[in-house]
């Protein structure tokens, strides 16, 4: 066999091994690219899995769920009240029938024609169901973990002064804050667990 014979059999078969390796690596991408797709769904499941359960039971949940499903309303809370706060610097009101943006104030709305519903009178709040938030001023229910207004954790607020809270029962007042052993940070007196690093108290 010639020279150039056997160095055009050299250079066919390093060009087979070429072709190979680079389908190989093509194969490699599409696997992977298939795998991720699939984890993709793994996770989407398991999301669907996790909302499903909060709905069926936002009451009757094991304990181990009590960090997560708080911060989930704690969150839920914090989306609704600042969507309130775009739609008044909007001047906008949400429709209750299609959901539409409505001029706040309208009878109707222009979208669907639904009657909107009328503005209620802001309750004057009690000193013994309601906290000020130290950091904004907002007025937060007795019970919720963060302000709604800042997301200032509701153990660094304060109940609001009232004629409650100066009379003078003679009776040892329960503590107002407790503090967390695992991280040091305080917390409502009656918090289950802390709300800077989650551990159960």
């Not at 899995?49 to 309303?73: C, K, M, P, T």
């Not at 309130?84 to 906008?92: F, P």
């Not at 000193?127 to 207004?149: D, N, P, Q, R």
Request: proline letters at 5%; charged letters at 25%.
């Amino acid at each position: 066999m010639s020279f150039l014979d056997q160095l055009g059999g050299k250079v066919a078969d390093m060009a087979g091994k070429a072709v190979g390796k680079a389908g190989d690596a093509t194969n490699v991408i599409k696997l992977n690219s298939m795998i991720s797709d699939e984890e993709k769904k793994i996770n989407n499941s398991y999301c669907q899995i996790g909302r499903i359960y909060v709905s069926l039971h936002q009451n009757d949940y094991e304990g181990e769920f009590d960090g997560l499903i708080a911060s989930i309303r704690e969150s839920t809370q914090k989306v609704e009240e600042w969507r309130r706060q775009i739609q008044d610097i909007k001047g906008v009101q949400r429709c209750p029938n299609c959901g539409g943006e409505v001029a706040s104030g309208a009878a109707f709305c222009s979208q669907c024609g639904a009657p909107m519903p009328k503005a209620q009178p802001v309750p004057a709040y009690n000193a013994e169901e309601y906290i000020k938030c130290v950091k904004c001023g907002a007025m937060l229910k007795k019970g919720t973990k963060f302000c709604m207004s800042c997301g200032t954790p509701v153990g660094m607020t304060q109940p609001t002064p009232g004629p409650a809270a100066e009379a003078d029962t003679g009776e040892a007042a329960e503590p107002a804050e407790k503090v967390c052993p695992s991280c040091g940070s305080k917390l409502e007196a009656d918090a289950t667990f802390c709300t800077e690093c989650g551990a159960q108290l």
